[in-house]
């Protein structure tokens, strides 16, 4: 199979590594005669696939309705001979449909879908979900499958492949105090740490108002760790200075030294209430980081309640709040979600696995489209 990657995408998250572990894993496996990433020229993909020495293909990207960039794709993928285009957001999934309804583009296309939210919004964004084309559409958990049967009329288009995770990206599996040397934190205190965009889903508000409990009410001997930026970093800052708490949160930005950090956390407090799935969940999993989440989403798919972690209930902060405490004073509890996590990483998330799952998906559809 020869694979067409592509993304418009600018910035760097889980997807965008998804993008990069996929690449790895079908080249290690030797699932793919051969393979490329098509993404714009100024972004962090197109960064990362050329240190790592990837096929990669850097074009400018105007909007989401470039033309030129349309016909470049069918250029492209007439000149590789490529048997698939794996579609990995939502300005590359117009691209590729135009690229197919005015260009002629021949490959069938498959889309990568990641986000719980509808999009039977408009004309326009559930004519090219049903667009001929489009062959099959693979989803990382079963709440994004549900919220797509609303403007998707041929379900059997609808699979589901689950998040994955690199493991031996994430081997430090113990705390060295980085942490708190970098901070200054006395070692005697637990760090509890978030990493997640600042964006409305992710649910800073309800992160920030359960720290409040536990250092007001539970006066817990802890620092609270946020690491990420986005859109709404500064109400976040904000809030918790109105709450008094600028001494309790530290906000570290973006960092790419996560693998190093993560293991530094007592434990992962994760608030988010409309989450896909979560991948920094499963790299808690592979640092052996007891976890606390929300019971949203695709997260349920993710963590096992009392097995591999603990749920709680969305938007509550006390409910958070207890179940930290209940975790934070039950080591044996802890061990058991650390041994538990990790083994059901292993079995269901790693490259290995996924790479396999998204495989085959990829391969039924250009033997069954084969041109």
């Known amino acids: 199979m020869r ?78 001979n490529a048997d698939v285009i794996f579609i990995h957001n939502s300005k590359s999934h117009t691209l590729a449909v135009l690229s197919s309804f005015f260009f002629g583009l021949k490959v069938p296309l498959v889309l990568c879908r990641t986000l719980i939210k509808r999009v039977d919004t408009n004309f326009f964004r559930k004519w090219k979900y049903n667009y001929k084309a489009i062959k099959k559409i693979i989803c990382v958990s079963y709440p994004v499958v549900n919220v797509l049967k609303h403007a998707v009329k041929d379900h059997k288009k609808l699979t589901v492949v689950g998040s994955v995770t690199d493991v031996n990206k994430f081997k430090k599996q113990q705390p060295t105090g980085k942490l708190h040397e970098e901070l200054n934190i006395p070692k005697d205190y637990q760090l509890i740490g978030n990493i997640a965009e600042f964006t409305g889903f992710k649910d800073h508000r309800t992160w920030v108002n359960t720290v409040e409990i536990l250092v007001k009410e539970h006066q817990l001997k802890a620092k609270f760790i946020l690491v990420g930026k986005g859109k709404l970093e500064e109400e976040i800052k904000t809030m918790v200075a109105e709450k008094g708490l600028e001494n309790d949160i530290y906000f570290l930005g973006f960092r790419r030294d996560v693998p ?63 179940k930290v405490i209940q975790l934070l004073n039950d080591k044996p509890l802890q061990e058991k979600f650390k041994e538990k996590g990790y083994e059901y990483l292993v079995n269901n998330f790693t490259k290995e696995v996924i790479s396999k799952k998204m495989y085959e998906e990829l391969k039924e559809v250009a033997e069954k489209y084969n041109r």
């Not at 030797?30 to 714009?40: A, H, K, L, R, T």
């Not at 020229?41 to 790592?52: L, P």
């Not at 592979?286 to 209930?313: S, W, Y």
Request: charge should be negative; aromatic fraction near 12%.
């Open 3 to 80: 694979l067409l990657q592509i993304t418009a995408s600018k910035v760097w998250r889980g997807h965008e590594q998804k993008i990069i572990y996929l690449y790895e894993a079908f080249k290690e496996y030797g699932y793919v005669e051969d393979q490329w990433i098509i993404c714009p020229k100024n972004s962090e993909v197109y960064e990362v696939a050329t240190q790592k020495n990837m096929q990669v293909i850097g074009l400018d990207i105007d909007s989401e309705y470039d033309f030129k960039f349309a016909k470049q794709l069918k250029k492209i993928a007439k000149d590789k």
């Open 260 to 322: 190093e950090i993560l293991p530094e956390f007592n434990l992962f407090l994760f608030t988010s209430n409309n989450e896909p799935t979560g991948g920094v969940l499963l790299e808690s999993y592979a640092c052996k980081v007891p976890i606390v989440a929300a019971n949203a989403g695709g997260i349920p798919e993710v963590i096992v309640n009392n097995e591999t972690g603990l749920l709680a209930e969305v938007g509550n902060p006390k409910d958070f709040a207890d």
